[in-house]
């Protein structure tokens, strides 16, 4: 609980084996979630048995992808504050109450990764994906009249309650685009939003959406493409 609300942590994995029991018990150490989901989406690890043997909600998502992972979570979760982040080790989870003391004043809080002093050492946050990142994010930020944004592909984001309520019916990408399209909601709808930088560490195991080059080309470019897209529809 936080200063009386209570809050959800949704954390969408796929096949986390290696880190999802680490990443539950260090939200609930902190002694401020109220649940801590996991959204297992077609796992074919022990991610799942992992998860709830170490005191999570585990919510199956047949309809595999990131977004649908997220979406599930963020339809499920009974908080006052929905907080979303990966269970892959490269968050930490102490950083949740500095996401909480700016929802004393913003709807929605996003987080970014590509803050010098936060990157740790060994991070994948290379140049290509720390200046990518930037640029989509201006480029959301100037087309959907955001506030300040460096990040469009961190998933710690905090959400209140009502907040949630006025853009949950709208979530309609589930890949891996999941990240800004949420961001276009939630600005497109007139909450107050606010950006801040939160630790970016060593991840446990392979990433599954931007483990190479390639993938993290294509990833951006798809992006971008939903971005100048949503410019011109209703959202």
């Known amino acids: 609980m936080w200063k009386k609300a209570t809050v959800s942590v949704v954390l969408p994995a796929y096949n986390e084996e290696e880190g999802i029991a680490a990443a539950v018990l260090a939200f609930a150490s902190t002694g401020i979630p109220d649940e801590v989901i996991v959204v297992d989406n077609n796992s074919k690890d022990a991610t ?8 999570a909600r585990v919510v199956p998502q047949p309809v595999q992808g990131y977004g649908a992972a997220l979406a599930k ?5 009974t908080g006052d ?3 979303m982040c990966e269970p892959d080790g490269s968050f930490a989870a102490d950083d949740i109450e500095k996401l909480l003391l700016y929802c004393d004043d913003f ?10 002093t936060m990157i740790w050492s060994g991070a994948k946050m290379d140049s290509f994906l720390r200046y990518g990142n930037a640029a989509v994010a201006k480029l959301l930020e100037y087309l959907h009249n955001g506030p300040c944004l460096t990040d469009v592909g961190c998933t710690f984001k905090a959400i209140k309650r009502p907040a949630l309520t006025r853009v949950i019916d709208k979530i309609d990408v589930r890949d891996s685009r999941f ?3 949420f961001m276009i909601l939630c600005i497109r709808s007139g909450l ?3 950006e801040i930088p939160v630790n970016y560490k060593v991840r446990v195991g392979q990433s599954k959406i931007t483990s190479t080059f390639s993938k993290s080309f294509k990833l951006g470019m798809r992006m971008i493409g939903m971005i100048v897209g949503a410019r011109f529809r209703r959202l």
């Open 48 to 55: 799942a048995t992992l998860a709830a043997q170490a005191g």
């Open 73 to 77: 979570g963020l339809q499920v979760a």
């Open 81 to 83: 504050i929905v907080v």
């Open 107 to 116: 709807d929605v809080v996003f987080g970014t990764r590509t803050s010098k």
């Open 179 to 181: 990240s800004p399209h």
């Open 192 to 194: 107050r939003c606010i």
